[in-house]
């Protein structure tokens, strides 16, 4: 609704790795014709800040937003240094953290954001976006002839976790595992993904004899 309106404010964005967290950023920024600024917080310091906080004013009449990844890395000098610059409106501050921002973002930068708790995605979405990717060809795997089946895409998805960047990875090196057949063709199975990932997909039966395997 906020992008539809071409609308952003200042908010903290929390949720697991891989739930988009900084591409739902930048599509509110690019829907409400704003400035885009972006800094990570575990490389960046207070002299990364005023430089944003200086060029956001260089453009008063453009709203600037300033995108923080890992807020919850600053601490509370750093996260202090916002507050003016938001309340004066210099910047639109979107914060993104895996961390609950309760306990890891000083009230007062809290009072003035809100806070959208994004959840992990669930198997459809992460189904959906292994799709977009099958069929994107500029920056995609849209340009490999590559069929991933039933078994592939299950896989894929349970070793996602709901994080979509995870997906991604594992798609990609699945793609580059498989060999091409006589006419080219990479086919993905669950045994390419599991070998390309160098991780096993839990077997699980709450009547036989893996259900005891995992309880105990």
Not at 87 to 98: M, N, P, S
Not at 137 to 151: E, F, I, Q, V
Not at 191 to 216: N, W
Request: proline fraction near 4%; aromatic fraction near 4%.
């Amino acid at each position: 609704e906020l992008a539809d309106a071409g609308i952003v404010h200042s908010m903290i964005l929390w949720g697991p790795p891989g739930t988009g967290k900084t591409t739902l950023a930048k599509l509110l920024a690019d829907a409400s014709g704003a400035r885009w600024l972006s800094m990570s917080a575990v490389l960046a310091g207070v002299k990364d800040v005023r430089h944003a906080i200086q060029e956001a004013e260089l453009h008063p009449d453009q709203q600037t937003v300033l995108f923080v990844d890992e807020v919850h890395r600053f601490n509370k000098a750093q996260q202090d240094a916002f507050l003016p610059h938001v309340e004066k409106g210099t910047i639109t501050l979107i914060g993104a953290t895996t961390e609950n921002p309760s306990f890891e973002v000083v009230s007062p930068l809290l009072s003035r954001a809100t806070v959208y708790d994004l959840k992990p995605l669930t198997p459809g979405e992460i189904r959906q976006i292994i799709g977009m990717a099958l069929r994107d060809s500029a920056s995609g795997l849209g340009n490999l002839d590559l069929k991933l089946d039933d078994s592939g895409i299950e896989s894929i998805v349970k070793l996602s976790n709901g994080d979509a960047r995870n997906a991604l990875n594992t798609l990609e090196l699945s793609a580059h595992a498989a060999r091409p057949d006589a006419s080219g063709t990479r086919l993905v199975d669950a045994e390419i993904v599991e070998s390309a990932a160098q991780r096993k997909i839990a077997r699980y039966d709450k009547d036989g004899d893996l259900h005891f395997d995992t309880i105990s």
